[in-house]
């Protein structure tokens, strides 16, 4: 059998990207990037919640220099906040369970 080769063309290089070629690594990272800039799901959900802290994440690995740390300053600070909370709750709770 004989492969076809459009099957695995995007169908951004047909409306938007027309000219460019898809067989080019960084043509299909801007047509992938162009998708998730377009995508308009709902961010209150769960699901869109943690797909935006996975496109966080995708970002941050790619970031390099300043937005590297500015990301991991991001990190560290939402990690100190839930410790918080967590500490907070467990208080209360050993201190609801012992009076």
Request: charged content about 25%; proline content about 5%; overall charge negative.
């Amino acid at each position: 059998m004989a492969e076809n080769p459009g099957a695995e063309r995007h169908p951004r290089f047909d409306d938007d990207l027309v000219g460019l070629d898809p067989q080019d690594p960084e043509a299909r990272e801007f047509a992938e990037h162009l998708d998730r800039m377009q995508r308009c799901d709902p961010n209150f959900t769960v699901e869109g919640s943690l797909r935006g802290v996975a496109d966080f994440a995708e970002g941050s690995t790619r970031a390099g220099g300043l937005r590297w740390w500015v990301a991991l300053l991001i990190i560290c600070l939402i990690l100190v906040g839930v410790l918080f909370s967590a500490w907070d709750i467990l208080g209360d709770l050993f201190a609801w369970l012992a009076g």
